[in-house]
């Protein structure tokens, strides 16, 4: 049993396609097919079930590679562990984010941490939290910024900063009449919501209740999925209605025309949001955790306040 039939199970498993978890690996079909076989071999099980059309993993199998994944995450932290003793500021560190927090953070974040830390190579995604959590825990990831709440087994959560959400309108809209917006008054709207899993979505329809009642507003006002924070901007600015956007999301108006689009805050208690990082408690480089903290408390983004 070696390290890299450990590593060609966990990508077939992850990928359920010989050609695309060879490709994953760097190394040649026959080469992983051999490879997992001689592992299964060893073993004496079958940890996947192969067929013309579809490759999929055995119940025993799912047990051998989820053993796998930790044994492939232990022998990389000791690469890590050895060079502790050196610069933890010099060693790639990968960060991920959500759709709705990455537009509006990284652009300040990402210098400040080349200030930091100028020596240190920076990978960044987003994606959404379900993802974000995922590879995190299989060691893809070294740390993610998300929004609370927030829970997984052996990870760490620390509270970086607080920010509210906000009505985002066209400038002619009844609603620009107000000063602000009571929560509920979006269940009678022409409201844009972001998709099926993104985490904002599910706060704004936890702060009205009202908005997951179909039948209550089905003869009422429609509602817009869109995909991302833009795209309602977008379409806001088109007239198709209204949107929430957290705070930080709030600046990005320059590009269009003057009273084209206009913002009210809601009602006291405003509903919000606590933006917080992430990462394994085993990540051995507190150093470069501490430095992607201080980037994000040093960005100019317009927040209730840092915690």
Known sequence: MTLTELKYIVALAQECHFGKAAERCFVSQPTLSVGVKKLEDE??????????????????????????QKVLEESSAIKTIANEGKDQLSSPLRIG???????????????QLHSIAPDMPLFVEENFTHVLRQRLRLGELDAIIIALPFTEADVVTKALYDESFS????????????????????????????????????????ACPALTNKDERSHKKT??????????????????????????????????????LTTRPFTAPSP????????????????????????????????NGMR
Not at 46 to 59: L, N, W
Not at 62 to 67: A, L, N, P, R
Not at 170 to 178: I, Q
């Open 272 to 303: 919000g949001r606590t933006v917080a990082l992430a990462w394994r408690a085993s990540f051995p480089r507190l150093k470069a955790i501490d430095a992607l903290e201080q980037a994000v408390r040093q960005c100019p983004i317009k927040i």
């Open 43 to 68: 073993l004496g099980v079958a940890i996947f079930e192969r067929s013309k059309s579809a490759v999929r993993v055995t119940p025993l199998g799912s047990k051998v590679v989820e053993q796998a």
């Open 167 to 206: 009505v985002l309108m066209p400038g002619n809209h009844p609603w620009t009449e107000r000063q602000n917006i009571p929560v509920n008054d979006l269940a009678d709207a022409d409201l844009l919501l972001l998709g099926e899993g993104h985490c904002f979505r599910d706060q704004i329809l936890e």
């Open 223 to 260: 509602t817009i999925e869109a995909t991302s924070l833009e795209t309602m901007r977008h379409m806001v600015a088109s007239g198709m209605g209204v949107t929430v956007l957290p705070q930080s999301a709030m600046g990005s108006t320059n590009h269009y025309a003057e009273n084209l």
């Open 97 to 111: 984010t959500i759709f709705t927090i990455g537009p509006y953070l990284l652009p300040h974040m990402v210098p």
